[in-house]
């Protein structure tokens, strides 16, 4: 089975890490990119040079319509997701979507009914939830290595965009590009949120966008606190106000032992485990430092090839689209919001990239 695919904005994204991917399945046979649409002359036509893709289409419902797709992947601006995906879905198509999977609940909702009735299947970034050392942290805590969770924090952050407006105007922001990332990992932990609060603004109210001054007219910077019910909270720093840092992506305090994803949650290095009963900690190496954060891309084809649903739901991201936004008007009324969505506990019994062995390094240092 080879797997034809389109794809809806051809930017850094597609032209880097997503192309880098779809190069890796080709040369196995087990895709084919064939079309590509963007409303950038330029990019169409430097990707039709590169990849010698059809990139003729006029606009995205064109590329939809076509035929010969099996997948289509949705990495336009973040205001267009929603609707391109359920376009896809409605066309018979696969659809991957990058993050967040809409800016607006109402619009996801009607997408998560689109999945629902489809016959093809809809992943939705960020796909964090399928890398080696996140499954094996998921593992030991569902295992009650560390205890019940009970507290933890998460961080994503950098000094920000220069080469897109759209992630300073409405409907972009830190939240929806990074902050996404942290949460749908504590999601994966704990569960589903009950309430939030938050303070989220902006705090660089001019950035240098291509050489130009542009007003930033969304979120720069954030805190959010998460309210997973039964006295478990979490906390997230995120913005696009942190020039560097040195600390754990995420921090899990159990009742008797941590948990400290190092590195960043798409780009992780490792971690670490503290448990009472052994009274020092270990540190777990990387064991696949090459994993690509587009991850769902392969994962996606290996479903479709087996016939078998994603470990990553739609389900999942319109929870962590309820939470933003919720953060968002946590902020902007001074008062604790209620989450009422809900999604299904990570299933790692389907097909996907093995964790393989772990092999621990004492770590002297005592707490």
Request: one cysteine or more.
């Amino acid at each position: 089975m080879t797997l034809s695919i389109g794809v809806l904005g051809l930017g850094s994204v597609f032209s880097g890490p997503y192309a880098a991917l779809i190069s890796k399945l080709e040369q196995e046979g087990r895709v084919r990119l064939t079309a590509g649409y963007d409303p950038d002359p330029d990019k169409r036509s430097a990707a039709a040079e590169r990849f010698g893709i059809d990139t003729s289409a006029g606009r995205p419902e064109d590329l939809i319509g076509r035929n010969d797709l099996d997948i289509v992947l949705v990495l336009t601006s973040m205001n267009q997701h929603g609707a391109l995906a359920r376009a896809a879905l409605a066309a018979g198509k696969h659809v991957l979507v990058e993050k967040p999977m809409s800016t607006s609940l109402e619009d996801a909702r009607a997408l998560l009914e689109a999945a629902a009735a489809a016959p093809g299947q809809l992943v939705c970034a960020p796909h964090i939830v399928l890398s080696p050392t996140y499954r094996e942290m998921h593992r030991r805590v569902r295992d009650g290595e560390i205890g019940d969770l009970h507290l933890a924090r998460a961080r994503y952050g950098w000094s920000g965009p220069w080469w897109g407006r759209w992630f300073y105007e409405s409907g972009g922001g830190a939240l929806f590009d990074l902050g996404v990332y942290n949460l749908t990992s504590l999601c994966g932990f704990f569960g589903s949120v009950r309430r939030v609060t938050a303070m989220v603004g902006t705090a660089v109210p001019k950035r240098e966008v291509n050489g130009e001054l542009v007003t930033v007219r969304a979120d720069d910077n954030a805190h959010i606190v998460l309210d997973f019910g039964n006295a478990r909270f979490a906390s997230i720093a995120t913005g696009f106000t942190m020039q560097k840092y040195r600390s754990p992506a995420i921090e899990l305090y159990g009742a008797t032992g941590v948990l400290q994803l190092l590195g960043d949650d798409w780009a992780p290095d490792g971690f670490e485990q503290w448990t009472n009963e052994r009274g020092s900690w270990e540190l777990f190496g990387e064991r696949d430092p090459h994993w690509p954060w587009t991850d769902g891309l392969r994962h996606l084809v290996e479903c479709v090839e087996n016939g078998t649903s994603t470990v990553t739901r739609p389900e999942h991201a319109f929870h962590a689209l309820e939470v933003m936004l919720a953060a968002k008007r946590s902020a902007t009324e001074g008062r604790v919001i209620e989450v009422t969505s809900t999604f299904p506990d990570l299933d790692y019994s389907t097909p996907t990239r093995a964790a393989g062995d772990t092999h621990a390094v004492h770590d002297p240092r005592t707490s």
